[in-house]
């Protein structure tokens, strides 16, 4: 049902930072680029723009919609970050909520609607961008880092179930600040997209063979 | 604002297999025990219920009042268990809500509500119930082991930020079925709610020297 | 063949800190303890000591000779530790050998002498001694996190084997300085030696019905 | 001192599975490959073979002498393996040693060797091979887990001493078994020796934006 025979990344989540990394690495490439989010790009992009906010109830229709219109994609990063850093005490409820429904519901609606048509299509890739906070629970992160974890355990029960069927599933550990892509390759104590994105680039080339499931990424400065 | 000079335990997620026997255990060493429940319990117990639904929209304020009225808990365990276990393209959005719902934001509004309390009264312990899950994202156990992992980052969040006020924060990783509480001690391949709540018992009583953030608990002849 | 009909503790690598009070602890439960190190103790200690070096080859010979004088033990704490902190590059063999063959070698070869005879007696407890190191190998810990990560490595295979065999295999993450033991109680940033004894003494007491694993034991005020 | 001016990868542990695989791969981009092990290869393969055994007491002196002879190597992969599977009760010391000898005090060795000149020579990449063992310790598995847990812990120590003196440290978790070369991509449940190939090179291309200390890579169709 794709316009083209072009492969396709579908970035859910996408921003100036990684995602547009992500969209520039895989249109070098020849990939059909689709990128998903609330709003429009300011700057323009490579591939096209459809807008998408994970949090609302229509989401799977949306999304189904998308699939009749594009085909499904080869590869798809689920990049939705919603940040919330504040003493345990003083995070509300709101915030809670609002990291889980961006950070994990929103995950788990994608992967429903998504991954059944990228089997059918004959597999792809599927990658989630974790953070330091999918691992360790910092006293400020109460809300942030609870629903990290939660799509952890979410993407290790996606790939126990989908890769038997062809769609490899990944996390990536983002360990630190992405740095502003303008500056892209400059500073090694922080995260740099073009480089996350060349990694993405590699784990979606991954043959059946040798699948990464998890792996963390850092700047060559960062401590941990 | 106590009635009475015992310290008090609450149960939160009270039923009859580990809450029964958290009840007996605290209530053996002359404690007080308020268990909170969506129901009223069949069999009688030791100590006083009270009808709480994590999921309700006033959970706080019921909770403010139910601290009005007791006084702050000297230990509180949250046991809620929201189960489901379904393959994975089988799992709907309501599943993924309801297992977050009562495993991770109910976990978050009865710490948001007691644990200033029990840091102004002295201090305490805090003890979440995990699971296998809370480790290891199966294929049929996407909406449970989310929710299991979003509670264990919480509890790593809460740790961290309440430990150095005085409230312990433990987390205890429940290996296993649990064996029907009518035949404690019976089955090794079970865990045994007599056993588990002589842990958390233990967990209660240690002294700041030497604080437990997270163990994990299964029966002698459970593979792991 | 035990003189009497106590249980016994057997301690390798006892020393003033934890060791002295983990003999305190089960003495006072009316437990035999055999103590064991290089050297004698400084200051008298409630039970028996005899020497041992387990870095040296005829540990299992040595250790056979001690069970048939004192039959077997019901619980075994393995606290041997050899401390060694050096830039990396300036990590020398000596110290990557001796941290592995006091920590991991050392804990295998009592293992090996001491389990089956625990398992034919009717079973036991057995509790390693872990830090932080044990899974996190920090910049200057090239020695001592290789060794002590062997050491959990093999904890857990032990465990996997000997305790569908009745021999509960429990390790301790010990994360923090271990405060002096004549100041026993006062710092709450520091591992109080009387509060692990305390804890490990509830390890070996844990029935079948639910047995801990692991374990992380930190002071209240402990960053981590 | 280099012979050429072309990037070398050195292999320690060079085997006819993943060994030729990588040879084949860094040759392919114009790399010179060094292969290091005990028995020259029976059949040919890209690059110049030398004896080496890390389990030799010489082995700094050996390596200094290659480092004189080839320069420093751009790239690193640390492959030896030293398989030991037995119930735990019939593993012996021998094997408990011969693991960690092979595995990581020989991998100890070649780090101590070659990173200083590495970092000296403007940096580049090393790669350990891991195992399922490196995280889990099956009862079968006390000597093999034991020394792959402490090649973990030792590739974390090197990774944050060298990575800010531009020497990336990754760990890879070879989940499964390896399938034989000569049918290279045939099974998916298996781990393709070409595949591996692959991703160690890419890790060895990341830039200092985006270094993975820790990956796994398993079969599509391994359970996990």
């Known amino acids: 049902m794709s316009m083209s025979d072009h492969a396709q990344l579908w970035i859910v989540g996408y921003g100036p ?39 609302a109830r229509d989401t799977a229709q949306r999304l189904a919609a ?36 961006g950070m994990a519901l929103g995950a788990f609606r994608v992967a429903q609607a998504l991954l059944p048509a990228m089997a059918e299509a004959g597999g792809g890739t599927v990658i989630f961008s974790g953070a330091t906070a999918s691992r360790r629970g910092g006293a400020e992160f109460a809300a942030f880092a609870s629903a990290k974890f939660a799509l952890r355990g979410l993407a290790q029960s996606l790939a126990r179930a989908w890769q038997p069927r062809g769609v490899h599933v990944a996390h990536a550990i983002l360990d630190g600040m992405i740095a502003d892509s303008a500056r892209s390759g400059q500073h090694a104590a922080r995260l740099d ?11 979606a080339q991954q043959p059946p063979g040798a699948w990464t499931h998890e792996l963390d990424l850092r700047g060559a400065d960062e401590p941990f």
């Open 17 to 55: 930072g990684l995602g547009a990394a992500l969209a520039q690495r895989f249109a070098q490439a020849d990939w059909n680029v689709l990128a998903l989010s609330r709003r429009a790009p300011a700057v323009p992009m490579p591939g096209t723009h459809a807008v998408l906010d994970v949090t």
């Open 66 to 101: 998308l699939l009749a219109e594009h085909g499904a994609p080869r590869a798809l990063v689920y990049d939705v970050g919603v940040f919330r850093r504040a003493p345990c005490a003083a995070t509300g409820e709101d915030d809670f909520r609002a990291c889980w429904e």
């Open 193 to 203: 997209p073009a480089a996350i994105a060349s990694c993405y680039w590699q784990l």
